[in-house]
Nanobody, 128 residues
Framework: VQLQASGGGLVQTGGSLKLSCAVSGGGISMRTMGWFRQAPGKEREFVAATGWAGAGTYYEDFVEGRFTISRDNAKNTVYLQMNTLKPEDTAVYYC??????????????????????WGQGTLVTVSS
Protein backbone atom coordinates (compact mmCIF):
# COMPACT_ATOMS: atom_id res chain seq x y z
CA VAL A 1 0.00 0.00 0.00
CA GLN A 2 1.43 3.35 -1.06
CA LEU A 3 0.22 6.77 0.02
CA GLN A 4 0.91 9.99 -1.85
CA ALA A 5 0.11 13.24 -0.06
CA SER A 6 -0.25 16.49 -1.97
CA GLY A 7 -1.76 19.95 -1.71
CA GLY A 8 0.64 21.64 0.67
CA GLY A 9 2.04 25.08 0.06
CA LEU A 10 2.48 28.59 1.38
CA VAL A 11 -0.59 30.41 2.64
CA GLN A 12 -1.24 33.51 4.71
CA THR A 13 -2.77 33.46 8.18
CA GLY A 14 -6.51 32.90 7.87
CA GLY A 15 -6.19 31.17 4.52
CA SER A 16 -7.20 27.68 3.44
CA LEU A 17 -5.62 24.62 1.91
CA LYS A 18 -6.96 21.22 0.95
CA LEU A 19 -4.63 18.28 1.27
CA SER A 20 -5.16 15.05 -0.64
CA CYS A 21 -3.85 11.58 0.01
CA ALA A 22 -4.07 9.19 -2.91
CA VAL A 23 -3.73 5.52 -2.01
CA SER A 24 -2.63 2.73 -4.32
CA GLY A 25 -2.04 -0.96 -3.84
CA GLY A 26 -5.04 -1.48 -1.58
CA GLY A 27 -8.52 -0.12 -0.97
CA ILE A 28 -9.26 2.30 1.84
CA SER A 29 -12.92 1.44 2.45
CA MET A 30 -12.13 -0.85 5.38
CA ARG A 31 -9.21 1.09 6.83
CA THR A 32 -8.91 3.87 9.33
CA MET A 33 -7.21 6.79 7.62
CA GLY A 34 -5.41 9.54 9.49
CA TRP A 35 -3.56 12.79 9.10
CA PHE A 36 -0.59 13.64 11.29
CA ARG A 37 1.81 16.56 11.26
CA GLN A 38 5.33 17.35 12.36
CA ALA A 39 6.47 20.89 12.98
CA PRO A 40 10.17 21.81 12.94
CA GLY A 41 11.86 20.60 16.09
CA LYS A 42 8.75 18.84 17.36
CA GLU A 43 7.45 15.31 17.44
CA ARG A 44 4.87 14.11 14.98
CA GLU A 45 1.33 14.60 16.29
CA PHE A 46 -2.15 13.47 15.42
CA VAL A 47 -4.47 15.80 13.50
CA ALA A 48 -7.54 13.90 12.36
CA ALA A 49 -8.84 10.46 11.44
CA THR A 50 -11.73 8.99 9.52
CA GLY A 51 -12.98 5.54 10.33
CA TRP A 52 -15.30 3.07 8.67
CA ALA A 53 -18.34 1.02 9.62
CA GLY A 54 -19.79 3.89 11.62
CA ALA A 55 -16.60 4.82 13.44
CA GLY A 56 -16.94 8.41 12.24
CA THR A 57 -14.28 11.10 12.42
CA TYR A 58 -12.01 12.24 15.22
CA TYR A 59 -9.98 15.41 15.62
CA GLU A 60 -7.25 16.67 17.87
CA ASP A 61 -8.32 19.50 20.12
CA PHE A 62 -6.20 22.14 18.42
CA VAL A 63 -8.26 21.74 15.22
CA GLU A 64 -11.09 23.65 16.93
CA GLY A 65 -13.51 23.08 14.06
CA ARG A 66 -11.16 24.52 11.44
CA PHE A 67 -10.26 21.27 9.66
CA THR A 68 -12.44 18.63 8.03
CA ILE A 69 -11.28 15.15 7.12
CA SER A 70 -13.17 13.25 4.46
CA ARG A 71 -12.74 10.23 2.26
CA ASP A 72 -13.80 9.12 -1.20
CA ASN A 73 -13.61 5.34 -1.19
CA ALA A 74 -14.33 5.15 -4.92
CA LYS A 75 -11.30 7.32 -5.64
CA ASN A 76 -9.23 5.72 -2.87
CA THR A 77 -8.44 9.20 -1.61
CA VAL A 78 -8.58 10.98 1.74
CA TYR A 79 -8.74 14.73 2.13
CA LEU A 80 -8.01 17.29 4.79
CA GLN A 81 -9.69 20.65 4.28
CA MET A 82 -7.94 23.22 6.43
CA ASN A 83 -9.50 26.63 7.02
CA THR A 84 -8.55 29.62 9.16
CA LEU A 85 -4.94 28.52 9.17
CA LYS A 86 -2.57 29.83 11.80
CA PRO A 87 1.24 30.11 11.81
CA GLU A 88 1.36 27.31 14.38
CA ASP A 89 -0.20 25.00 11.78
CA THR A 90 3.07 25.15 9.85
CA ALA A 91 4.33 21.57 9.55
CA VAL A 92 4.86 18.63 7.27
CA TYR A 93 1.53 16.82 7.03
CA TYR A 94 1.49 13.05 6.67
CA CYS A 95 -1.35 10.77 5.76
CA UNK A 96 -1.44 7.29 7.17
CA UNK A 97 -3.47 4.11 6.83
CA UNK A 98 -4.11 1.15 9.06
CA UNK A 99 -4.29 -2.44 7.94
CA UNK A 100 -7.64 -3.62 6.57
CA UNK A 101 -10.35 -4.26 9.11
CA UNK A 102 -8.65 -2.04 11.70
CA UNK A 103 -11.41 0.00 13.26
CA UNK A 104 -10.68 2.49 16.00
CA UNK A 105 -12.97 4.64 18.06
CA UNK A 106 -12.33 7.88 19.88
CA UNK A 107 -8.94 8.63 21.37
CA UNK A 108 -7.48 5.40 20.00
CA UNK A 109 -7.21 7.20 16.69
CA UNK A 110 -4.43 9.38 18.16
CA UNK A 111 -1.97 6.55 18.48
CA UNK A 112 0.50 6.24 15.61
CA UNK A 113 1.19 2.56 16.24
CA UNK A 114 -1.91 1.18 14.44
CA UNK A 115 -1.08 3.09 11.27
CA UNK A 116 1.07 0.74 9.22
CA UNK A 117 1.35 2.74 6.02
CA TRP A 118 2.60 6.32 5.69
CA GLY A 119 2.90 8.83 2.91
CA GLN A 120 5.93 11.00 2.30
CA GLY A 121 4.43 14.19 3.68
CA THR A 122 3.48 17.53 2.22
CA LEU A 123 4.73 20.84 3.64
CA VAL A 124 2.27 23.46 4.81
CA THR A 125 3.67 26.87 5.63
CA VAL A 126 1.45 29.56 7.13
CA SER A 127 2.90 33.04 7.09
CA SER A 128 1.97 35.65 9.69
Amino acid sequence: VQLQASGGGLVQTGGSLKLSCAVSGGGISMRTMGWFRQAPGKEREFVAATGWAGAGTYYEDFVEGRFTISRDNAKNTVYLQMNTLKPEDTAVYYCAATARNRRMVGAANRSQAPYEYWGQGTLVTVSS
